[in-house]
């Protein structure tokens, strides 16, 4: 059986917080399968890897034979991962994992526009179809480009950048747009992030509708999981896990965390009980799989109340910008 082709972050914490492994578990971001497939060797009966990307099927057609009938693949987003389960499993969900983000595997691909250190298009989809990241830097407004900047990259120079970027414009590849974002900010000093790391963090989230996928995702796994079963994310910016927590932390009865946006929201039966603080990377993971360094685990287990629902507000996070003529992400 063929190595995957880059290292599962927290797999050893996750197997271990979740532990023991058994029955159907979904895989809502299957990349690579090293979940996926950490998850069938400790016990899972059945796997079920979910990807919007297709060219992750392609690729685990290598080793995925090896697993028969206990893995089953679908092609779609996380946000409908309950859909996709009542087919495969209609008792329920034993487990749901989730790992955020962009793949190392689609970074180390200049051709599908992530990264800001290769040349490439400037795309940045995770799947095949709808606007690419050109589309929504060559033809959103200036105070529009500046909050996605600022609301999904945190960048502090968002209304700098953003004028800088109506006027260089049209974009075509990915180190276009990072010289127009080098001018506008000081030369990093050593150890400092490169100053488009932001900037693209921000673009990729509003092409791919990142936070709306994260909030229907949590919904559907809630949803899905029968009690007792166990909801593992994994996330790698402050934003995705402020949503993660405070997602689990309302649903644990926590309330909401004082968001900014909303008064806090308490629900009257816990759906989720947590089962551990957040988890990060130990020496040993960070020296094998440097990637992980802003890593963090969450898991809680599901009780037997009623699913409910989430609003981006609660969350602690604003309405979604304005997107592109004939952009079809979802907006909540």
């Known amino acids: 059986m063929s190595e995957a082709p880059h290292v599962p972050v927290l797999l050893r914490p996750l197997l271990g917080a979740v532990a023991p492994v058994s029955g159907v578990w979904l895989d809502g971001t299957f990349g690579a399968g090293g979940y996926a497939r950490g998850l069938l060797e ?8 979910v990807d919007r990307d297709p060219m992750v099927f392609r690729m685990a057609e290598a080793w995925r034979g090896a697993y028969g009938d206990r893995l089953r693949l679908v092609e779609g987003t996380f946000s409908e991962l309950d859909s996709y389960a009542a087919e495969i499993a209609p008792d329920g969900l034993d487990g749901v994992v989730l790992d ?5 595997m689609q970074l180390d691909q200049a051709e599908r526009g992530f990264s800001f250190l290769r040349d490439g ?12 990241a050109a589309d929504l830097v060559n033809t959103l407004d200036e105070g529009a480009l500046a909050d996605i900047l600022y609301h999904y990259g945190e960048e502090r120079a968002s209304r700098r950048i953003a004028r800088a970027i109506v006027a260089a414009r049209p974009f075509t590849t990915t180190l276009q747009l990072v010289a127009v974002v080098e001018r506008c900010l000081p030369r990093p000093k050593p150890g400092q992030s ?5 900037s693209f963090q921000a673009i990729r989230i509003a092409v791919n509708d990142e936070f709306g996928q994260l909030i229907a995702g949590l919904e559907a796994a809630e949803r899905a999981l029968k009690p007792g079963g166990k909801l593992a994310v994994v996330s790698f910016h402050s934003l995705e896990d402020r949503v993660v927590k405070r997602f689990l932390s309302a649903r644990s009865g926590g309330g909401g965390q004082g968001s900014r946006y909303a008064p806090e929201q308490k629900f009257e039966a816990p759906a989720f009980t947590l089962l551990s603080k957040a988890i990060g990377p130990d020496d040993q993971e960070l020296t094998e799989n440097p990637r992980s360094r802003s890593a963090k685990l969450r898991v809680a287990a599901r009780t037997d109340a009623p699913a409910g629902h989430a609003d ?10 304005l997107k592109p003529a004939g952009f079809k992400g979802k907006n909540r």
């Open 42 to 49: 400790a016990g899972a009966d059945l796997v079920i890897g």
């Open 121 to 132: 298009p400037l795309d940045m989809r995770m799947s095949d179809t709808g606007p690419s």
């Open 312 to 321: 981006r507000a609660t969350l602690g996070l604003p309405a979604p910008v």
């Open 194 to 198: 490169h100053p488009a790391t932001r």
């Open 100 to 104: 955020l983000g962009v793949s190392s």
